[in-house]
């Protein structure tokens, strides 16, 4: 049996190269070979082997198993701070057709000249060994990925007074006079992204007739080229024109995004406590304040 690491069985071969050990056991018993290779087979830009000890490598704790390693060839002729990093996955064959990983999740080891060849020690149990012989051939396989880094990475934070975030006022004249369509102010940018605010003085849904109702959008999350979600935390105030201190505030912090880039409330404010302090010369003021946003910054490692 296999040492005791995740395993997967597939249908699926190995993706970059297969042994196949015919006549096991004449080829291989323990007084023939202490030692095999195959051939070379590249895998991630490297030319590589893979080193089977049949009776296991003593040196490695495989006394008993069968051992099998990746081998990278040619480490001579790299420079001399060569390095990569690789995950391996390793195969036999089991039965009809199918593989067994020794790891689901191959092990990530660093090849270097100090170390340039990694696998198991306690591959495979001689013990169990009948179980994976069909007709005497022993298959075995190997999936080699390198890990490359790409240098990038992206980092989400929170922006405290971010970029446009000053208190923004918007003044609609002629209030009363406004029917039940909505209005809308001017786009504001703060970090490079676009809002409005929407009023609809009569209301809408639930509200509708009986309260102001008033949102706050992010108007470009529908560009054609659709952009990410956003976090936002602002106030909306009704500005009082005789007491500024006395001004009815609504607080939100909320995740704006393409399914979800309206926020506010359709019942914000009656039109009887609306009218006490808040519309003077029939102005309406309101006043958008942004407390912090959410910043996306791809940085190179």
């Known amino acids: 049996m296999f040492q005791r690491f995740p395993r997967e069985i597939r249908n699926s071969p190995p993706a970059h190269y297969t042994v196949e050990l015919n006549s096991f056991s004449k080829l291989f018993s323990p007084e023939k ?23 296991g490598n003593k040196q490695d704790d495989g006394d008993g198993y069968i051992s099998l390693y990746l081998k990278t060839d040619g480490c001579n002729t790299f420079s001399d701070n060569w390095s990569v990093h690789v995950n391996t996955k390793s195969f036999v064959l089991y039965k009809d057709n199918e593989f067994l990983a020794h790891r689901a ?27 994976y012989l069909a007709n005497d051939t022993l298959v075995l396989g190997v999936e080699v990925f390198v890990i490359v880094s790409t240098g990038r990475k992206e980092c989400v934070s929170i922006l405290r007074n971010p970029d446009g975030a000053t208190t923004h006022t918007w003044k609609i004249p002629n209030f009363s006079a406004l029917d039940d369509n909505p209005q809308f102010s001017q786009a504001y940018t ?9 009023l609809y003085p009569m209301g809408t849904a639930a509200g509708k007739g009986e309260f102001l109702a008033l949102h706050l959008m992010l108007v470009d999350v529908l560009d054609p080229a659709p952009k990410r979600a956003v976090f936002a935390e602002f106030d909306l105030l009704l ?25 506010g409330h359709t019942k ?10 808040d519309v003077v010369g029939d102005t309406l003021i309101i006043e958008l304040q942004f407390l912090s946003v959410s910043a996306v910054r791809l940085l190179n490692c």
């Open 33 to 55: 070979l202490e030692k095999f290779e195959s051939g070379l087979f590249e895998a991630g830009n490297y030319k590589r082997r893979l080193a089977f000890y049949p009776n």
């Open 105 to 131: 999740e191959g092990p990530i080891r660093r090849f270097d000249h100090n170390k340039h060849e990694w696998g198991f020690g306690k591959f495979l149990s001689l013990d169990t060994l009948h179980e």
């Open 190 to 198: 703060v970090d490079e992204r676009k809002w409005k605010l929407r």
């Open 268 to 277: 914000f404010i009656s039109p009887t406590d609306l009218y006490q302090s």
């Open 239 to 263: 500005v009082d024109q005789k007491r500024h201190s006395n001004s009815f505030k609504r607080h939100y912090s909320k995740w704006f995004s393409a399914q979800c880039y309206v926020v």
